[in-house]
């Protein structure tokens, strides 16, 4: 099936049963297809007037405790900042799928990875981050749906699949054989009170700075928690490895096979593809920058994932870009002829 | 495979009508000398039959296509030479029509004058997509995508397969699926397609076999 698709089943799978959404390529499919399937389930579709509506949809349906949804690509996602910030501010578990087009503006409809920043970094106002699942293959498209909504529920926050058009739009086989986990209870859900206990209230608006001050310092010691127990990061040849490609979702594919060529060409050449771009795997950086002579970045964007790399691995070895951008995506030949041109350099 | 003057192709999107479109361009090219392809998808943007350009201007296949097709430019625009399919009567076509109902509704503009003509309109069928995998959800989109063109299909294309991962076995389990369908409806299985490389395993097991070259393959 298409990824779009995959990420749709995935999430009726999960047991969401509310989407609130608006059209724009090349995310559709997802709309589309939960259009036909919630129905049938007892779930709620729902094409909202605007983004911003379909993001405070989703806002309502969180707070009642349930597993709720929304999608988009770039454009919309910017519409959508507003309620992702009020999402954090109230600790709600959301699961948001980006599947990212090229920027920035209204840019074009071919695949991009220019909103790695937006997503890695929160995308609306205030201090507070999403947990970003980057996947690379439709499979992962679902087992990462199928996550995102389990870290938000668990950590009570937003979880984005941060894919892009390629991801979204091309078909591979795709196994639902998957074990889903019980719902974890919601004690702070507004639920109704039943004249049996106290109101809970969901809310972002803290009229008192000392208590918003508290609140923020215990989501960032929840932050600690999820970056110390929910990086996710595949290493691919990488323990004596000379040249090391980051490369995250797509560009990753295609640089697999720019490293395979490499090796048979005799380069010690590796691949770090970050699962989580947020929480960003910074020790298996670290670790590798102690042998490796250079790192390149590989990116559909025109380096923003770079600056992470850099500080992951403190500027100990050089770190430079391979990228296209605009809805191009590097060759594996682009790729591989980085990677060899950085080999005879050496680092230097 | 004989063909009429128009050969249509429609069904669910993502059941693999521009792969077939792009093969039976080629296949209708070797009997007819003055053979085009049009491009009417206005549904999605990504897969066009613009990818394959080059191949048609080799081969001689005149290409119809929105100007747009291929383009950041998302929007629902069609071709103003698709006329020439219904009124220059010297053109044999194969005509690439959009996924689903809303894909289909582009050809409500043309329908009067191709139900006049020689044409047939295929129903492309996959077995593995997630939305059609059983008889009744096909039945559904068939009668939303005749409501939309305005048009009855002809015929019905077993497309069943799995991507790069198709085998043998695939595409011998769907045939009972094709066979329901073709029931149900009423419609002859006009073909089953088969990537070229599993025709020899296939041919003698499979009634109607149509072998086809995959013209867009994703990254490993």
Not at chain 1, 115 to 124: I, K, L, N
Request: proline content about 4%; overall charge negative; charged content about 25%.
């Amino acid at each position: 099936m298409k990824g779009n698709e995959a990420i749709a089943e995935a999430a009726i799978q999960a047991g969401c049963r509310h989407y609130f959404g608006y059209p724009i390529t090349p995310q559709t499919e997802i709309a589309a297809y939960m259009a036909k399937r919630m129905p049938k389930i007892g779930g709620t579709f729902l094409q909202a007037e605007s983004e911003i509506a379909a993001i405070n949809m989703v806002y309502g349906v969180s707070s009642a405790g349930k597993r709720v949804m929304t999608s988009s690509s770039s454009p919309g996602i910017s519409l959508k900042s507003e309620g992702l910030s009020y999402l954090a501010g109230s600790d709600l578990p959301a699961l948001v799928v980006n599947a990212q087009r090229g920027g920035p503006g209204l840019g074009g409809i071919q695949p991009s990875q220019s909103d790695y920043f937006q997503a890695t970094r929160g995308g609306g106002h205030g201090d507070y981050h999403m947990i970003v699942l980057a996947p690379s293959s439709v499979q992962e498209m679902a087992d990462l749906t199928i996550k995102g909504f389990e870290l938000a529920d668990q950590y009570r926050m937003t979880a984005m699949v941060l894919a892009d058009g390629t991801i979204g739009q091309m078909m591979e086989p795709v196994s639902f054989d998957f074990e889903i986990k019980e719902q974890i209870a919601k004690p702070w859900a507004t639920t109704g009170t039943k004249m049996a206990r106290k109101h809970n209230v969901v809310n972002s608006l803290y009229l008192n700075p000392e208590q918003l001050e508290k609140t923020n310092f215990e989501r960032y010691e929840r932050y600690e928690v999820i970056k110390q127990n929910e990086t996710l990061c595949e290493e691919y040849l990488c323990d004596d490895a000379d040249i090391i490609i980051a490369a995250f979702g797509i560009a990753a594919r295609v640089s697999k096979n720019a490293v395979n060529e490499a090796r048979a060409n005799g380069i010690k050449a590796g691949l770090i593809r970050p699962i989580t771009l947020w929480p960003f795997p910074e020790k298996v950086f670290a670790k590798h920058a102690e042998h490796a002579k250079q790192i390149i970045s590989v990116e559909l964007s025109m380096g923003q994932m770079i600056e992470d790399v850099r500080l992951a691995t403190s500027c100990k070895v050089p770190v430079t870009l391979c990228c296209r951008v605009g809805g191009m995506i590097p060759t594996p030949d682009q790729v591989y002829n980085a990677i060899v041109e950085a080999n005879e350099k050496g680092g230097k | 495979m004989n063909y009429k003057r128009i050969t249509l192709l429609a069904g669910h999107y993502g059941s693999g009508k521009t792969n077939i479109a792009v093969n039976m361009a080629l296949d209708l090219k070797k009997q007819q000398d003055n053979t085009a392809i049009a491009d009417l998808d206005i549904v999605n943007p990504y897969f066009r039959t613009l990818d394959s350009k080059d191949l048609f201007e080799k081969e001689g296949i005149r290409l119809i296509v929105s100007a747009y097709a291929n383009t950041n430019l998302d929007i629902p625009a069609l071709p103003q030479e698709m006329y020439a399919i219904v009124h220059d009567k010297t053109i044999h076509s194969i005509v690439d029509v959009g996924g689903d109902d809303r894909g289909a509704l582009a050809l409500g503009r043309l329908s009067p004058l191709i139900r006049e003509d020689d044409y047939d309109m295929f129903l492309v069928i996959n077995y593995y997509r997630p939305l059609t995998r059983d008889a009744d959800s096909v039945m559904e989109v068939t009668a939303e995508i005749e409501e939309a063109g305005k048009l009855k299909f002809t015929g019905i294309i077993n497309n069943s397969n799995l991507g790069a991962a198709t085998t043998a076995e695939t595409v011998l389990d769907s045939l009972a699926y094709a066979d329901e369908i073709a029931e149900r409806t009423g419609l002859p299985l006009v073909c089953t397609t088969v990537e070229e490389k599993l025709y020899d395993e296939l041919a003698g097991k499979v009634e109607n076999l149509f072998p086809m070259k995959l013209q867009a393959r994703p990254v490993d």
